[in-house]
């Protein structure tokens, strides 16, 4: 007799209740909110000044030894031909003017031929490394990422070049992501700290006028006391306004100034052109004085260098130069600080670009109603 297989299945027990899951950790909530807000905001700019910082080791480690051994073999060329304008002036016993100058001059220009090929090779004029210092290869990585490109420094080797490339490659998406992720947290803040300034919170009565259950009924069809056909309701069913369900209601439409609101409780903060214009010439008006005082520029060239830099156009005509590079004490953290001076100026510009984007929207928005052009379903919808 073959023997019957049962399927046993798990059932609740008549007097089982389902576990409860405990609620959520609040110590686990705030930590997750903080790593997201690390890596969406302060790992971003972490990731930028590290991979700047990691450019700057790179660039120095392939363009300094090339400089160095340029440097070393103009300065060999240049005590050869100290001793060979002393040979030719041996040689003549009895000077004339003539015959000296004629030799002297054809030596001076191959000197001079040699030279130029040198400085074509990153030669500056000096016997150390200076320009591919550290905190000159990390101003040109910054420069690079950023899309000013200077031009008085660029790699000489073939390596160099190279690595350049896929270095902007990787970079200037990174910077481009880190200009719209700052600059719009930037926005955010500014016109939030704007708005605690000014006194923008609306009062009582206005928020109680612009909540949409004090908007009045405009017009309202009752039901027929027939039933309809599909989609009836009970007539009897007691509603909110103490008789039958309405069959259709017809509000007001909301007005202009609650429409370009997305939170009828909240009033929209908008922070004034002029006010972006402002804080952006203040911040070249500041970095013109100090540019001024490190470089030894008259204040008008300092501006014009801020201005500039900050527009990513980089002519290259005026860069931190002789002075900051210099062996002086402390010439070194002075050209880092110029170049944060850089990174937060591209930042404060990006904030500025949304605001100003921002302001600029609305007015058009509300001069296109009033010309009708626009509807308040198109604008809604956008």
Not at 18 to 41: E, G
Not at 133 to 154: E, Q, R, W
Not at 189 to 201: A, M, S, V
Not at 272 to 291: N, R, S
Request: charged share 20%; proline share 5%; hydrophobic share 35%.
């Amino acid at each position: 007799m073959p023997l019957k297989r049962e399927c046993s299945f798990r059932r609740g027990r008549p007097g089982h209740t389902p576990k409860k899951h405990p609620p959520p950790n609040k110590c686990k909530a705030c930590c997750r909110r903080f790593t997201t807000f690390l890596f969406s905001h302060v790992g971003l700019c972490a990731l930028v000044v590290g991979y700047s910082i990691m450019g700057a080791f790179t660039f120095r480690a392939l363009e300094a030894p090339h400089e160095e051994e340029q440097a070393g073999q103009v300065t060999e060329m240049r005590e050869e031909m100290v001793k060979r304008l002393w040979e030719i002036t041996y040689s003549l016993n009895i000077l004339y003017k003539e015959n000296w100058t004629h030799t002297v001059a054809a030596e001076i220009r191959q000197f001079q031929s040699v030279l130029i090929s040198h400085v074509r090779d990153g030669y500056d004029g000096k016997g150390t490394s200076q320009q591919w210092s550290f905190s000159g290869a990390f101003l040109y990585s910054l420069t690079v990422i950023t899309t000013i490109g200077y031009g008085n420094i660029a790699p000489k080797t073939y390596w160099g070049k190279l690595v350049t490339i896929v270095y902007a490659i990787i970079g200037i998406p990174l910077m481009f992501l880190y200009l719209t992720n700052i600059g719009d947290l930037l926005a955010k803040t500014f016109k939030y700290i704007y708005g605690w300034l000014c006194d923008c919170k609306p009062n009582e009565d206005k928020r109680r006028r612009r909540h949409p259950e004090h908007y009045r009924v405009h017009h309202i069809v009752l039901h027929d006391t027939t039933p309809n056909t599909h989609n009836s309701l009970n007539p009897n069913f007691p509603s909110k306004f103490g008789g039958p369900l309405p069959d259709e209601i017809k509000m007001e439409a909301l007005p202009e100034e609650i429409s370009e609101e997305k939170d009828y409780g909240k009033q929209r903060v908008n922070v004034p052109v002029t006010l972006c214009l402002a804080l952006i010439t203040g911040y070249i008006c500041g970095g013109a004085f100090l540019f001024s005082l490190w470089e030894g520029w008259d204040y008008l060239d300092g501006a014009y260098f801020c201005f500039v830099t900050l527009s990513t156009v980089g002519f290259g005509d005026l860069v931190p130069g002789d002075t900051v590079v210099s062996d002086a004490e402390g010439s070194q953290q002075t050209l880092v600080i110029c170049s944060f001076y850089l990174l937060g100026g591209m930042a404060l510009i990006a904030m500025c670009f949304n605001l100003v984007q921002e302001e600029v929207i609305r007015k058009l928005r509300s001069f296109g109603r009033k010309l009708g052009i626009i509807r308040e379903r198109e604008d809604t919808q956008a």
